[in-house]
Every structure is written in structure tokens, then in C-alpha cells.
């Protein structure tokens, strides 16, 4: 068997995470006003959608921290914002057929609890006037536990949230300081059991491997912490060092950080803490407790991956709110702008207020299913995407018998499957059925 050391060599390079297909630096075109306005008449009214709307506001900026977001102290721009994304919801909901069902709306950011009660109140309600909320929607909400008091937890739990994602990273203060985002342990326990009090008992963490000061140890002791709070769900994330995007990330830089060796054990000491507490590996980098519905979305060949990772979210479209927000659709993905001026303007005007987007071809369309599958499942039978794969099905096998020479995957006909020593690098195997990926420092994080 090929050593890790060897792999690391070789596939630890730039690879999209596939979170979407095309990834997103594939998005370049520009709908109209027209075309998109004709795609959002055209879902159809009793199907259900998700919803996302992101809150770009924090309260200070964690160095590593690779997010569209501002560092604001005072709440007047985002009362400003509230104005515009108020409207871009009506905008949105006006070219609707009717009130299309919600399975989920998320809150991403940022930090979406920097939001006043009365506030995150008037977002959902907004989009109450335009989709039919039911019983079974969800409202999931991504908070940052040193500003999540007891107003805005009971509002969660008044307005129904059903989920809460808190950004815990790594509990060790030596990490927590370089990375300028200092929370004591006990700050995260008192927000879990507050929001357990008030009956919100789904709670994700977040977890970093990869961070400046890092070291088995730490995460160890991390993980061993993490699991002791019973979040029902866990992502543990690879630090994506891009700081030709963001520049805040060089200031990173004066300390060693972790090389894709020592990313690896660290990744292999979390696990084996957190599948010794009862949770089971969920895609490349999710955990959840046993018998939470993610487990079994994964067994019954059901997990789905979005922008918001991996998920039991069925639904084909997901609408987007908000400055650099995607939208997903089955032919089409829809980027707003990240330009807050331009955002205004487009809004005020009546416009959608988008950058970029890709218009998916029915060979796209395949492949994202076929990437898709193999992110979740770790295997695909690629016989079913033959139209798709046609003009390139020889390098795609040349491609295929190096990673199975090399132990990442095994072959049996048309069945391609990823080996538990592949599982690393789940996102380089995934490349080798992408058409537009060419390997390319700089453009994407590395694949460990
Ligand atoms: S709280 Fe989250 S979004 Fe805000 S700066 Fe920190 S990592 Fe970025």
C-alpha cells in the first residue's frame, strides 16, 4: 500500500471542496434581470424550496475567518442592510407562482445572533408573506457563542428556530488567542444549556483542524470537550488558508502551521474521539450522534451536500438572500454581489442585485449528481453518467487507474469506490470527473 506520506506528496493539492459542481469559481456569466426572474417563475408552486439569507456583520474578525463578512461596532449598517434585504425577499417572492413550501431556512454569515430579536423577527416574517411555513420547516441559525445572550435565545426559541450552529473552532486558548477569537469553554456550555432550557435541542459545532498553535494534543483535548457538550452534530472543517482572498489570513502566517502530515493525524485523533462517543463519520468532514437523521440519510444512500455542507435537505432549489448569497437551481446557480454599493443600487432599483452565475448543461447536470454521489456515498457506478462522461472517459481512466494503483479507490467494472485510505482525499478523486478542474495553486484550499 501506497504510504500517506507518499499520497500526500502527490494529491495533496488545490481541490475544490464541491460544495457545489461547477464550483463556484466557475461562476463567471451574468443572468438578466428576465432570465432570472424566468427561473424563479417557473419552480413550481406546490414543490418545496429551502431558503438562505446571510447576515454579513460581525462584532471582530477571527484571523482565519473565510467568510463574506464586515466587522461593524455599531448595529446602524445593519439596520441599513435590513431595508435592502427586506426588499430583495419581496423582489424574490413578487415573481413566485404562489407560496412555495420551506423545507429549510438557514441563517449564515457572519454572525447571524448579531441580529436584534426584533430584527431576525421582521426576516422571518418577511419571508412568511412570500413561502408557506409548516410544521415540518426548519429554521437553522449559525451563532457565534460570545454574543449569543439570553434575548436572542429566547427569540430563537419564540420564532421557532430549530437549529443552532455555534463556531467553537478549537477550545484551546493558545489557539482561541492567535486566531483572535478568545471563548472559554464554560461560555459555550452555558450556551448549550440555555438553549437547551428554551427547548432548542438540535446544536451543531463547528470545529478547525489546521489552525496556528495546534497540535495533536489540543485537538485531542478539543474533541474530547466538544463531545462532552453531546452536540447532536459536528463539522470538522480543514483551515482553508487563502490569503490571496483573504488578506487577514497573512497575519497567520508568523506562526508554523501544520503541514498535510500532521493534518492527517490530527484528523485521525479527532475521529477516533468522536466515534468513541457515539458519533458516526457523516461525508468527508461531518459527524453526528447515532440516530440523528443525518446517520440515517448516510445509510440509506440519502445524504445530500450543499453550500451548507452535508445535509438531509432534499430540496432541488435553494433560494439566497443577501450580499454574496448563492442561490441553486436545477439548470442554474445564482450569485448575488459582495459589492454592498452595488447591492443597494440593484435593489433600490427593482433589480436582482446578482454577480455572477453558471447556467448548467445537461452533461453539468449529470456530473453534479455523479460528484455529488461520490461525495456522500464514497462510490458511484459511472455507467450511469455515460452521456456525460463520453468526451473525456479516457483521461477520466487514466486518471482512475493511477488512484487505483495508488490505493484510493478500487474498480469493479463501472463501479468505482473509495478506499478507507482514500477517504482523505474524497475531493481529489471527485476532480477526476470534473471538466474544468485543472490543478492550480491558489485557487482553491488544499485537499488536507
Ligand atoms: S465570527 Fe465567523 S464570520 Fe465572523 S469573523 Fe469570525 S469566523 Fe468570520
Redesign the pocket.
Known amino acids: 500500500m501506497t504510504s500517506i506520506d507518499v499520497l500526500l506528496d502527490k494529491y495533496n493539492y488545490s481541490v475544490p471542496r464541491y460544495t457545489s459542481f461547477p464550483p463556484a469559481t466557475q461562476f463567471t456569466e451574468k443572468l438578466s434581470n428576465d432570465q432570472y426572474g424566468q427561473i424563479l417563475s417557473a419552480l413550481p408552486a406546490d414543490k418545496a424550496v429551502s431558503l438562505y439569507v446571510h447576515i454579513p456583520f ?1 462584532h ?3 484571523l ?2 473565510g ?1 463574506n ?1 464586515k ?1 461593524v461596532s455599531s448595529y446602524s449598517p445593519i439596520e441599513s442592510y435590513l431595508i435592502l434585504l427586506l426588499a430583495e425577499i419581496e423582489l424574490v417572492g413578487k415573481r413566485l407562482t404562489g407560496k412555495l413550501p420551506v423545507n429549510l431556512l438557514h441563517f449564515g ?3 447571524p445572533n448579531y441580529l436584534k430579536p426584533k430584527d431576525l423577527k421582521s426576516i422571518i416574517n418577511k419571508c412568511k408573506e412570500f413561502f408557506d411555513f409548516t410544521e415540518t420547516s426548519q429554521i437553522d441559525i449559525e451563532s ?1 457563542p460570545r454574543y449569543l445572550d439570553s434575548s436572542i435565545i429566547n427569540c430563537f426559541a419564540e420564532v421557532g428556530v430549530t437549529r443552532v450552529s455555534l ?1 467553537v473552532q478549537d477550545f484551546d486558548l493558545e489557539v482561541q488567542e492567535a486566531i483572535n ?1 478568545v471563548q472559554p469553554f464554560e461560555q459555550v456550555k452555558s450556551c448549550v444549556e440555555e438553549l437547551r432550557a428554551n427547548g432548542i435541542n438540535q446544536i451543531n459545532f463547528d470545529l478547525i483542524i489546521g489552525l496556528p498553535k495546534q497540535t495533536i494534543a489540543t485537538v485531542t483535548k478539543t474533541a474530547e470537550q466538544a463531545a462532552s457538550l453531546a452536540p447532536n452534530r459536528l463539522a470538522v472543517f480543514p483551515y482553508a488558508h487563502v490569503p490571496w482572498m483573504k488578506k487577514h489570513q497573512k497575519l497567520l502566517e508568523k506562526y508554523s502551521m501544520a503541514d498535510g502530515a500532521e493534518r492527517h493525524l490530527m484528523n485521525e485523533a479527532v475521529d477516533k474521539i468522536l466515534k468513541s462517543h457515539n458519533y458516526s463519520a457523516i461525508g468527508t468532514d461531518h459527524y453526528a450522534k447515532d440516530g440523528d437523521p443525518l446517520c440515517t440519510a448516510q445509510s440509506e444512500g440519502q445524504l445530500r451536500r450543499n453550500f451548507q455542507g452535508y445535509t438531509t435537505d432534499i430540496s432541488e432549489a435553494i433560494i439566497g438572500f443577501g450580499l454574496s448569497s448563492i442561490s441553486s437551481y436545477k439548470s442554474a446557480y445564482i450569485q448575488n454581489t459582495i459589492d454592498p454599493v452595488a447591492y443597494r443600487s440593484d435593489v433600490q432599483e427593482g433589480s436582482f442585485p446578482m454577480s455572477k452565475s453558471c447556467v448548467l448543461s445537461d452533461d453539468d447536470q449529470s456530473l453534479r449528481s455523479l460528484i455529488e454521489e461520490l461525495m456522500c456515498n464514497f462510490e458511484v457506478d459511472i455507467s450511469c453518467y455515460n452521456d456525460a462522461l463520453r468526451d473525456d472517459i479516457d483521461s477520466i481512466n487514466i486518471n482512475l487507474s493511477k488512484l487505483e494503483n495508488d490505493g484510493l479507490i478500487t474498480i469493479d467494472g463501472s463501479h468505482i469506490k473509495i478506499t478507507d485510505a482514500g477517504k482523505p482525499f474524497t475531493r481529489v478523486v471527485a476532480s477526476s470527473f470534473d471538466p474544468y478542474f485543472e490543478i492550480q495553486e491558489g485557487r482553491h484550499a488544499k485537499a488536507i
Do not use: I, K
Open positions: 460581525c471582530s474578525l477571527c482565519y475567518c467568510c463578512t466587522v454569515g457572519g454572525s457565534d463556531g477569537r
